[in-house]
């Protein structure tokens, strides 16, 4: 991948972005992403590069590959010699009990008072991450915010973050790159740091294993998503992707969609849906009902997602019934394990910029972005690579509108530019996943 040597300057309200105003509207629980940045012991400096620096860019042009075995698992936790948790910030051991792969991982308790926990790996060598994205296997016995600090000798690095639920299998996260510190070189990378910040008692543990590298995509990839089969998807966000000849995904409740304007309700009609299809959109599942899958009861859960794939596949949409969005970005272990048993691809993630997906399904998404971040978003993605999906729900109301179309002329000018491409579900799924 061709990548600057010195990371450049940025639209600056993207920081953190990935994390605040993520959870769609189904979402209920407050997340705990940006107020939480306050914690940082250098959240003070935890800004984009200067505007008024002038990085210097490696004047080569040539295709870098990624460092020879960067890829893949770069640390199994088999031990924990090379970790060091700061004193003062948690504590670090190991759990033979959990494991992603091998015999162990690595238990981070946080510190009592504000929930937060930090280990840091020095690296004999520096390694070049300029071509890929990092990420972790973990649970949590509780919701938090965990961040992945890539340093260079300089202490400046390059961030990547992703949520983490309570009671999940071990499983691999995609995270996305979310914010830069100083200047840093990511060609000379020689601190590995994992941050976490749970929101609620501080009694929580994080337990992370499999610290690996996925492909970063050179041009970045956008994809524009609508949850919740609301009818303004096709008469208010239908027009503005028109107007640009953008493709979007509807992933929508089948149970939900109305047969006709005779049935009283502010969904989709089954007539809408196969307009938007004939239009290029990707017809996709959110489940029978599109309530979030914990409130489901278990003996309905199953057939609440085979529901919609048959009901999907019966209309003609069989292509998109390989697609899912969990409602509201929220997930338990039993829905987990049944949309990796009936889905190609699935989404829940919240964050920005991610790479391959080294799980795919649980890639990740921004919800609902406000006006003014939607098209820095774009840019951002245009800037960083990797894949960054907008996901929108009601459109209703008026910033949600505004955020559309500000994110679609964006889009429309960096793709004519050659700076990103859209994607659909099947391209991520038949190219963007990472296996390994």
């Given at each position: 991948?061709?990548?600057?040597?010195?990371?450049?300057?940025?639209?600056?309200?993207?920081?953190?972005?990935?994390?605040?105003?993520?959870?769609?509207?189904?979402?209920?629980?407050?997340?705990?992403?940006?107020?939480?940045?306050?914690?940082?012991?250098?959240?003070?400096?935890?800004?984009?590069?200067?505007e008024?620096?002038?990085?210097?860019?490696?004047?080569?042009?040539?295709?870098?590959?990624?460092?020879?075995?960067?890829?893949?698992?770069?640390?199994?936790?088999?031990?924990?010699?090379?970790?060091?948790?700061?004193?003062?910030?948690?504590?670090?051991?190991?759990?033979?009990?959990?494991?992603?792969?091998?015999?162990?991982s690595?238990?981070?308790?946080?510190?009592?008072?504000?929930?937060?926990?930090?280990?840091?790996?020095?690296?004999?060598?520096?390694?070049?991450?300029?071509?890929?994205?990092?990420?972790?296997?973990?649970?949590?016995?509780?919701?938090?915010?965990?961040?992945?600090?890539?340093?260079?000798?300089?202490?400046?690095?390059?961030?990547?973050?992703?949520?983490?639920?309570?009671?999940?299998?071990?499983v691999?996260?995609?995270?996305?790159?979310?914010?830069?510190?100083?200047?840093?070189?990511?060609?000379?990378?020689?601190?590995?740091?994992?941050?976490?910040?749970?929101?609620?008692?501080?009694?929580?543990?994080?337990?992370?294993?499999?610290?690996?590298?996925?492909?970063?995509?050179?041009?970045?990839?956008?994809?524009?998503?609508?949850?919740?089969?609301?009818?303004?998807?096709y008469?208010?966000?239908?027009?503005?992707?028109?107007e640009?000849?953008?493709?979007?995904?509807?992933?929508?409740?089948?149970?939900?969609?109305?047969?006709?304007?005779?049935?009283?309700?502010?969904?989709?009609?089954?007539?809408?849906?196969?307009?938007?299809?004939d239009?290029?959109?990707?017809?996709?599942?959110?489940?029978?009902?599109?309530?979030q899958?914990?409130?489901?009861?278990?003996?309905?859960?199953?057939?609440?997602?085979t529901?919609?794939?048959?009901?999907?596949?019966?209309?003609?949409?069989?292509?998109?019934?390989?697609?899912?969005?969990?409602?509201?970005?929220e997930?338990?272990?039993?829905?987990?394990?049944?949309?990796?048993?009936?889905?190609?691809?699935?989404?829940?993630?919240?964050?920005?910029?991610?790479?391959?997906?080294?799980?795919?399904?649980l890639?990740?998404?921004?919800?609902?972005?406000?006006?003014?971040?939607?098209?820095?978003?774009?840019d951002?993605?245009?800037?960083?690579?990797?894949?960054?999906?907008?996901?929108?729900?009601?459109?209703?109301?008026?910033?949600?509108?505004?955020?559309?179309?500000?994110?679609?002329?964006?889009?429309?000018?960096?793709?004519?530019?050659?700076?990103?491409?859209?994607?659909?579900?099947?391209?991520?799924a038949?190219?963007?996943?990472?296996?390994?």
């Amino acid at each position: 991948m061709r990548r600057r040597t010195y990371l450049t300057t940025t639209t600056a309200t993207i920081a953190g972005l990935a994390i605040a105003g993520c959870v769609g509207d189904e979402a209920t629980d407050d997340d705990p992403g940006d107020g939480n940045g306050d914690r940082d012991d250098d959240s003070s400096e935890t800004t984009d590069t200067d505007e008024d620096d002038d990085p210097e860019e490696d004047e080569t042009d040539e295709e870098d590959e990624p460092t020879p075995g960067l890829v893949g698992t770069f640390d199994d936790f088999e031990t924990l010699d090379d970790w060091m948790a700061f004193q003062d910030i948690g504590s670090l051991e190991a759990d033979t009990d959990r494991a992603y792969g091998g015999s162990q991982s690595a238990r981070l308790t946080p510190r009592e008072d504000d929930g937060q926990v930090r280990i840091r790996r020095s690296l004999d060598e520096p390694i070049d991450v300029r071509d890929v994205t990092p990420g972790l296997a973990m649970t949590a016995d509780n919701r938090g915010i965990v961040r992945i600090q890539l340093q260079d000798e300089d202490g400046d690095y390059v961030e990547y973050s992703q949520q983490v639920l309570p009671g999940m299998p071990l499983v691999r996260k995609n995270f996305g790159i979310t914010r830069i510190h100083g200047d840093p070189d990511p060609s000379e990378i020689i601190v590995l740091q994992v941050i976490c910040w749970f929101s609620e008692d501080t009694d929580s543990q994080l337990w992370v294993d499999d610290f690996h590298f996925v492909p970063t995509p050179e041009t970045g990839k956008v994809m524009l998503q609508f949850h919740g089969g609301y009818e303004t998807h096709y008469t208010d966000a239908f027009p503005v992707l028109e107007e640009y000849d953008l493709p979007a995904t509807a992933f929508v409740p089948t149970n939900r969609l109305r047969p006709d304007a005779a049935v009283a309700g502010d969904r989709l009609q089954y007539d809408q849906v196969d307009e938007l299809d004939d239009a290029g959109w990707t017809i996709a599942s959110q489940s029978a009902r599109g309530t979030q899958l914990g409130g489901v009861d278990p003996s309905e859960l199953e057939s609440d997602l085979t529901d919609s794939i048959d009901w999907l596949t019966e209309h003609g949409y069989e292509d998109g019934a390989r697609f899912f969005a969990f409602p509201g970005s929220e997930y338990t272990a039993d829905s987990y394990e049944l949309v990796q048993e009936h889905f190609d691809l699935a989404f829940a993630g919240q964050t920005q910029s991610q790479g391959y997906a080294g799980n795919p399904h649980l890639c990740s998404l921004v919800a609902n972005p406000d006006p003014e971040e939607a098209a820095g978003l774009i840019d951002w993605t245009a800037e960083w690579g990797g894949i960054t999906s907008l996901a929108y729900y009601q459109l209703e109301e008026s910033d949600a509108l505004t955020s559309l179309e500000e994110a679609a002329s964006a889009l429309d000018e960096r793709a004519a530019a050659g700076d990103v491409e859209v994607i659909t579900p099947a391209e991520m799924a038949d190219n963007y996943v990472f296996e390994g």
